[in-house]
């Protein structure tokens, strides 16, 4: 076991509706072209640092910009998206996905993807798919603005960034930390919010703090972990 784990965050590169301008939220929507080169650039970055499990939200922008990230990587590794084989959740042709779809490899040359709602961004409600601008227009620039970058007001049936730490960092702990303390290299390939919150547990931001802070698309961010807490680099 290693004594010190990385932790690679990156938001997705650009999505077209944030070239359009519009609230996104969970609708699924790809990269622009700006946004693969932003992916790319971001996977060369960092393709000297060892990886050996990745974590995606279910948004094709995020796995995506992980994929076209690690096509830069040094270790020529294989992602390999990863099935829950939970027969409580699951239909009988899931299941049986699942099972097929299984390497049997010996993992050396792989690299396992995990695929989490709870890191998919925030849920913009009643604004996804509405231009921003208009919706200004419509109910003033500080009610969107309060929408937009308070920690606990959700935009209307939406999600607050609140609501978005309340599944986002249980999933860190149950699931991300868990293979830190193991010692080995995560690399998650997010969103701004669902990132945000992420960053906000890892630097212990007050509510204040965390409404500051910007997530670029496709810029790396590295921690080092170990028992005695976290660095950024």
Not at 57 to 83: E, V
């Amino acid at each position: 076991m290693r004594d010190m784990a990385l932790l690679i965050l990156m938001r997705h590169g650009q999505s077209m509706w944030n070239a359009a301008n519009l609230f996104t939220g969970w609708v699924d929507v790809p990269l622009t072209n700006k946004g693969i080169e932003e992916a790319i650039s971001g996977g060369k970055e960092i393709a000297s640092l060892p990886i050996d499990e990745v974590h995606v939200s279910t948004l094709i922008r995020a796995q995506m910009t992980a994929m076209l990230a690690l096509a830069q990587h040094d270790s020529g590794k294989t992602p390999i998206f990863q099935y829950s084989d939970s027969e409580d959740s699951m239909s009988e042709n899931e299941s049986r996905m699942a099972q097929w779809a299984q390497s049997n490899d010996s993992g050396e040359n792989t690299l396992p993807v995990h695929v989490s709602w709870q890191l998919n961004e925030r849920m913009y409600g009643d604004l996804q798919g509405l231009d921003k601008q208009e919706t200004r227009d419509k109910y003033g620039d500080e009610q969107v603005h309060i929408w937009r970058r308070s920690y606990d007001v959700p935009p209307p049936n939406g999600e607050s960034l609140e609501l978005t730490a309340a599944r986002t960092i249980p999933y860190l702990q149950s699931e991300i930390m868990s293979s830190l303390e193991e010692g080995k290299n995560v690399f998650v390939a997010a969103h701004g919010n669902s990132l945000r919150s992420i960053v906000m547990q890892i630097e212990g931001l007050s509510k204040e703090e965390v409404l500051k802070l910007e997530i670029p698309t496709g810029q790396p961010i590295v921690y080092e972990w170990s028992q005695s807490g976290w660095h950024r680099r």
